[in-house]
């Protein structure tokens, strides 16, 4: 259930709200807006009754039931987009964010030469795994700890900020430590012990959309995390598995475009992982930036062909700074639309 009060409802009156929600045995979680309180309810009680006796209460506007299973992450709780600071940008208002590098650390000259070329090019963050899933056990695994501090270092060199993988529940206070924000791969959006740790991780989350998953179960991954304590998800398309080879996945942009009317999170494209071959990714870029996604995460390698992993995909230094410029007047135009939803709204 979703519960909005009235305009400047009074603590007190929020409180009783609570107390008569707890009585029939639901969970509580409120939502402060800066005028009004909406309170979300979950769990297993009577609902028509709550409901009934939620409306008979004078400082409640409105209480409805949600049908849908995901809650807290829904429209319908919460109608303003959830903006994430993080490294001197906000992910989900009225900036584009592009987060790029290679897809693994790999050195310390190739990080840093890595870092310098995407903020030249106007990236805020800067993405590398230190800590790879790999399909191949036999494949590089990653750099671990060693990655994460030559992540550090590149951050306090440039100022961007880092993003980069956590495969496990134990290693969240690791990579914690070191990232600004904490990238979720495809292949553990249903990691459910490590979802419920990233509630309590303190950093906001990059939860990649699995091989097979259903935008629905997407959304269900990130109503975990936000379930258990973490309001800062952002959500990531990177394409899913279908019958087509040609990419290396299939790019679903109606999966942004249908994302933006069913939940407040930001959605990120990464149109790397979803074309799997460099000489698409610009292209899978700019239909990103037109579906109206909140921003990019794009793998660079400064030399491509030595990468040790996923070369055939990542840009090189030139096309990357051809990408960004060409990208331009299509931001430029979501910049302008975005300014006209925000002043729709207020
Ligand atoms: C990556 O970002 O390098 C990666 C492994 O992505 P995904 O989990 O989407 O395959
Ligand atoms: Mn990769």
Redesign the pocket.
């Known amino acids: 259930m979703i519960i909005s009060m009235r305009l400047h409802a009074t603590k007190e009156e929020v409180a009783q709200v609570r107390a008569r929600i707890e009585e029939f045995g639901y969970k509580v979680h409120s939502i402060e807006g800066e005028e009004r309180v909406v309170i979300g309810a979950i769990g297993m009680g009577d609902v028509t009754a709550c409901l009934e006796s939620l409306e008979a209460m004078p400082q409640v506007e409105k209480a409805v039931r949600i049908s849908a299973p995901y809650k807290f992450v829904s429209k319908e709780f919460r109608p303003e987009r959830t903006e994430i600071k993080v490294a001197g940008a906000t992910i989900g208002g009225d900036e584009f964010v592009v987060m790029a590098g290679p897809?693994s650390v790999e050195s310390e000259k190739q990080i840093l030469e890595s870092a310098e070329i995407v903020a030249k090019g106007g990236a805020k963050l800067l993405?590398g795994?230190a800590f790879?899933?790999r399909t191949s056990p036999y494949d590089f695994q990653g750099l671990e700890e060693e990655g994460l501090k030559l992540l550090a270092k590149a951050r306090t060199l440039t100022g961007l900020g880092i993003v980069t993988?956590v495969m496990s529940d134990r290693d969240v206070s690791l990579v914690a430590e070191y990232a600004d924000v904490l990238?979720i791969?495809?292949?553990n959006m249903q990691n459910f012990a490590l979802l419920k740790t990233l509630g309590k991780c303190g950093r906001p989350i990059l939860l990649?959309r699995g091989l097979s998953a259903t935008v629905k179960e997407l959304l269900m991954s990130a109503e975990y995390i936000v379930a258990h304590g973490n309001p800062d998800v952002m959500l990531c398309e990177?394409g899913i598995r279908t019958f087509e080879t040609v990419t290396r996945n299939t790019c679903d942009i109606g999966a942004i475009a249908a994302l933006s009317e069913m939940t407040h999170l930001p959605v990120i494209l990464?149109p790397s992982?979803a074309a799997g071959k460099r000489s698409l990714v610009p292209a899978l870029a700019r239909a990103g930036v037109a579906v109206g996604a909140d921003g990019l995460i794009v793998?660079m390698h400064p030399h491509p062909e030595k990468a040790v992993s996923?070369g055939a995909q990542s840009l090189d230094p030139k096309q990357f700074a051809k990408m960004m410029a060409d990208l331009k007047p299509y931001i430029a135009l979501w910049k302008q639309a975005r300014m006209a939803e925000t002043a729709a709204t207020v």
Do not use: I, S, W
Request: aromatic share 0%; proline share 6%.
């Open positions: 897809c993405r795994g790879k899933p993988e990238q791969g495809a292949r990649k990177r990464d992982h793998e996923d």
